[in-house]
């Protein structure tokens, strides 16, 4: 269920067109779509979980680029199974954020992730705070 939630909040978004700038748009080699990515989110959980026994990705989203903390970076909702065979695994779900400047990724509860997203001030046009004779308040 938290899967489906996330990918909805992804999928949010990815509608809105949530570019930071042209710069974010372009994204790095590393997390292309395909094979690159695939590859690379295999790579990062492997060796974040400490090389388990057995792993596999279940489904992954394209990386979206999103601004979070003034940094522009590119998500990845994964869901994964690891244990210690096909018969004794989890079912987990992580998000990916990659940071395209340190060229560094880290991982985030989706729960966690959603929280983060839904208290960041959103984009809004800046008010004009002043009083009808030109003064401010």
């Not at 909040?9 to 809105?16: D, I, T, Y």
């Not at 279940?58 to 999103?66: D, L, M, R, S, Y």
């Not at 940094?71 to 998000?95: H, I, P, R, Y």
């Not at 395209?100 to 729960?111: G, I, L, S, V, Y």
Request: hydrophobic share 40%; with cysteine.
């Amino acid at each position: 269920m938290k899967i489906l939630l996330a990918l909805l909040l992804f999928s949010s978004m990815a509608l809105a067109g949530q570019h930071a700038s042209k710069e974010k748009e372009k994204k790095p080699a590393v997390i292309q779509d395909g094979s690159a990515a695939k590859s690379y989110i295999h790579k990062a959980l492997y060796e974040y979980l400490e090389k388990p026994s057995y792993l596999a990705i279940e489904v992954e989203t394209p990386f979206i680029a999103k601004q979070m903390a003034g940094k522009n970076v590119w998500l990845s909702l994964v869901e994964f199974s690891c244990g210690v065979d096909q018969m004794n695994c989890v079912v987990c779900a992580t998000v990916i954020i990659y940071d395209p400047a340190t060229k560094q990724h880290r991982f985030m509860n989706p729960d966690d992730f959603a929280s983060t997203v839904n208290k960041e001030p959103a984009n809004k046009e800046p008010t004009n705070k002043g009083t009808a004779d030109g003064g401010s308040i």
